[in-house]
C-alpha cells in the first residue's frame, strides 16, 4: 500500500506534491521521493524514511510539473535505491506506483534478454522500462501496449521528458482519483482525493482498465482499446485544515480522547424514540436470511462483535470472515454481505467485495471515508461519521463501527428498542478518567515480551482487538484467546514471565472465566483483570484490576475496548516506540 500523487497547474509542483505527500504519509512511510521536469530533463529526489527525511535533503528547483511517492515496501528492501519514483534505463520517464506486477520476475527476464540493466530490487522498475520499450511516440499507447502484459494490481502515474506538459496515470484496482479546477489551470493526481487539501476540485476516479493523459486543467481518459470515455465528475472541497494533534501527544492518544464524542456521532440521528433507521438504507436490508461480515484486522474483529448483535438482537444466523479468506467460502445464496473498512481502500476487503458481486451476493459497506472505493462497489453504505483517523493504530473507528452494528441489529430486529447505547459515550469517559492508575499498570507490565489476551462471548473479539492493539504499537508478541481455548494447548507457554490480560466483562460466562483465571494462576503467571464493578471477587485471584462501568454483555464492548487501547498506547510509550507510524505497518492496506 503505497500513495501516489501528481501535480501539473500555476502553483509550485513540488510544493504541492510535498504537501499532498504529507496527507498520503498514512499509506505508507518506509520511503517518499519526488521527481518532475526541470529543462526538459528528468530530476529526482528519494529518500528511505519519513517525508520529512526528503524535505531535509530536496535540491530539486524550478520543476515545471512533479509526481510523489510514499512507500510500504512489497518488492525489494527498505533501500534508497528501491524508494519510487523509478526511471527507465534511458532516463525518460519517472514513474511511482501503487500496488502489485504478480508476472514482473517473467518481464524482468524477458527485458534482461533485450539488453536492460536493473538497478533495483523492485516490479515497479520493471514496469518502466516495459513503458519505456513500447515507446514510439505516443506516451498513452505506450502505456496501453504495456499493459497488455501486465498482470496484478495497480495505480500508477508517471512523467516523460518528451512531453514536458503531461502526466499519464493507469489504474487496475488500486484506488486513483483526478481533480480538475473550475478554471482549468491545474490537474492534481491522488491515491486518496482527501488529499487535495485546500482544493475545490471536479475529481473523477479511474476505473480498472483505465488510463488518463493528464495535462494543466484538462484530462482524457481512454479504455483498454484506447477509446475515449467521457466521465462523470464529482465536486469535492477537500477542506483546508490538516488534522492536527490538538495538544495531545500523538494522534493515537487524540483519537482515544474523542471517543466519546464519535460514539456519539455513529447514532445521532439514527435512533429516535426507540426507532433505528440509516439515512442510506432501505427496507430491502432489513430482512436477511443470514449475515456475512468480511473485514481485515480491528475491522474484521468489528465484525465478530457484529455477528453476535445480530445474532442476540435479530436471531438472524452471522458469522465473520476475514476477508482474504472470505473470497475462497461458499456461502448460501441469499447471504447479506456487510463489508466493514475505516479507509474503503483494503485490498483484501475490496477484492472479496468483488468477488461476492461476482456471485450476485448482496453488499453493505460501513466505511468512514466517503469517496473511497468501497463506497462506490457496495449496494449500499452507512458511513462511520468518525472523522480521518490518522493514527495507523484504528481505535476511533472500532468503536465507531460496534455503534453502527449494534445500530444495525437492532435495525434488523424490526422491533422499538431500548436507547442504552446512548450511556456508551459516558462510560468511555468513565474509563479515559482512569488513564492515570492504567498507565501505572501499564508501566508494570511493559517489559513482559510475550501476553494472552483472554475473553468469551463478546469479550473474545474485544480481546482479540485489544492484543492487536498492544501488538502493532509496542511490537509485543501479544495474541487473543477464546479463553475456554488455552487449556487446549497454549496453557503450555504460560510461566511467571507471560502475562494474561483477562477481559471479564461478560455476565453471561462470567462463572467460566473465572474458572480460566484460576487455571492461569496455578501456573504463576501474572494476571490482569478488566472487570466490571460487579465481579469484585476477581480482585482476590489475579494481580491487577482496571475497574470497567456496569453494562449489559452487548455494551461491554465499549468500556473494555477503551481500557485496551490505553493500557496498549502506555505500554508502547514506555517501550519508547513510534506510536503513530509503527515500523512495518501503514493506514491502508492496499495490496493483497
Ligand atoms: C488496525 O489497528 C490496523 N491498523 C489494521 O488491522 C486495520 O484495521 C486493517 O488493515 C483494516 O483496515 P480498514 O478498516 O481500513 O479496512
Not at 476475514?322 to 466493514?340: D, F, H, K
Not at 422491533?415 to 468513565?430: G, T
Not at 461478560?506 to 487455571?519: A, D, G, L, M, R
Not at 516506540?577 to 493506514?587: E, H, S, V
Amino acid at each position: 500500500m503505497c500513495g501516489i500523487f501528481g501535480y501539473i497547474g500555476e502553483d509550485d509542483p513540488l510544493q504541492t506534491c510535498l504537501l499532498g505527500l504529507e496527507q498520503l504519509e498514512y499509506r505508507g512511510y518506509d520511503s517518499t521521493g519526488i521527481a518532475g521536469l526541470v529543462d526538459g530533463q528528468i530530476a529526482i529526489c528519494k529518500e528511505v524514511g519519513k517525508l520529512s527525511q526528503l524535505k531535509a535533503k530536496l535540491t530539486l528547483q524550478r520543476l515545471t510539473i512533479a509526481i510523489g511517492h510514499t512507500r510500504w515496501a512489497t518488492h525489494g528492501k527498505v533501500t534508497p535505491v528501491n524508494a519510487h519514483p523509478h526511471q527507465d534505463v534511458q532516463e525518460a520517464i519517472a514513474l511511482v506506483h501503487n500496488g502489485i506486477i504478480e508476472n514482473y520476475e517473467e518481464l524482468k527476464e524477458e527485458l534482461h534478454t533485450q539488453g536492460v540493466r536493473f538497478q533495483t530490487e523492485t516490479d515497479t522498475e520493471v514496469l518502466t522500462n516495459l513503458i519505456a520499450k513500447c515507446y514510439t511516440g505516443d506516451l498513452v499507447q505506450a502505456v496501453q501496449k504495456a499493459l497488455l502484459r501486465v498482470r496484478g494490481h495497480f495505480a500508477f502515474a508517471l512523467v516523460h521528458k518528451h512531453h514536458p506538459q503531461e502526466i499519464i496515470a493507469a489504474a487496475r484496482e488500486c484506488p486513483l482519483s483526478i481533480g480538475v479546477n473550475d478554471a482549468h489551470t491545474e490537474s492534481i493526481i491522488s491515491s486518496d482525493p482527501n488529499a487535495f487539501l485546500g482544493k475545490t476540485l471536479n475529481v473523477l476516479f479511474l476505473r480498472s482498465g483505465e488510463i488518463a493523459k493528464v495535462e494543466k486543467g484538462k484530462v482524457s481518459v481512454f479504455d483498454s482499446q484506447l477509446r475515449s470515455l467521457a466521465k462523470k465528475t464529482e465536486r469535492l472541497d477537500a477542506g483546508t485544515a490538516a488534522p492536527s494533534k490538538e495538544g495531545f501527544e500523538h494522534f493515537m492518544l487524540k483519537e482515544i480522547y474523542e471517543q466519546p464524542s464519535t460514539v456519539q456521532k455513529a447514532y445521532l440521528g439514527r435512533l429516535e424514540e426507540g426507532e433505528v433507521q440509516f439515512e442510506s438504507l432501505s427496507e430491502e436490508f432489513r430482512t436477511p436470511s443470514q449475515i456475512c461480515f468480511i473485514a481485515c484486522g480491528t475491522s474484521a474483529h468489528a465484525g465478530a462483535i457484529g455477528a453476535l448483535l445480530v445474532e442476540d438482537f435479530a436471531a438472524i444466523p452471522s458469522h465473520y470472515e476475514i476477508a482474504s479468506e472470505a473470497r475462497y467460502r461458499i456461502l448460501p445464496q441469499n447471504t447479506l454481505i456487510v463489508a466493514i473498512s475505516q479507509s474503503g481502500e483494503t485490498a483484501d476487503t475490496l477484492a472479496a467485495v468483488r468477488e461476492m458481486k461476482a456471485r450476485g451476493y448482496k453488499v453493505l459497506g460501513i466505511c468512514n471515508v466517503k469517496n473511497s472505493t468501497l463506497t462506490r462497489e457496495t449496494d449500499a453504505c452507512i458511513f462511520l461519521k468518525a472523522g480521518p483517523e490518522v493514527s495507523v493504530c484504528s481505535t476511533k473507528a472500532f468503536t465507531s463501527q460496534i455503534t453502527v452494528l449494534y445500530l444495525f441489529a437492532q435495525f434488523l430486529s424490526g422491533k422499538r428498542v431500548s436507547e442504552d447505547l446512548k450511556n456508551v459515550p459516558a462510560q468511555i469517559e468513565k474509563v479515559l478518567e482512569c488513564a492515570p492508575r492504567i498507565q501505572q499498570i501499564a508501566k508494570k507490565y511493559s517489559r513482559f515480551n510475550n501476553f494472552f489476551f483472554l475473553g468469551r462471548r463478546y469479550m473474545f473479539p474485544t480481546c482479540m482487538e485489544a492484543a492487536l492493539k498492544l501488538k502493532e504499537i509496542s511490537y509485543v508478541n501479544a495474541n487473543g484467546y477464546a479463553a475456554g481455548e488455552l487449556k487446549h494447548g497454549p496453557i503450555a507457554l504460560l510461566d511467571p514471565h507471560f502475562p494474561v490480560i483477562a477481559f471479564c466483562a461478560n455476565h453471561q460466562t462470567e462463572e467460566k472465566i473465572v474458572s480460566n483465571v484460576q487455571e492461569v494462576k496455578a501456573r504463576s503467571a501474572p494476571i490482569l483483570a478488566l472487570a466490571p464493578e460487579s465481579l469484585k471477587g476477581i480482585a482476590k485471584i489475579v494481580d491487577d484490576v482496571i475497574w470497567l462501568p456496569n453494562t449489559s454483555d452487548a455494551l461491554a464492548p465499549f468500556a473494555s475496548t477503551v481500557a485496551g487501547q490505553l493500557f496498549a498506547y502506555f505500554v508502547a510509550k514506555e517501550r519508547g516506540c513510534d506510536i503513530d507510524q509503527p515500523r512495518n505497518l501503514a493506514k491502508s492496506v492496499t495490496v493483497e
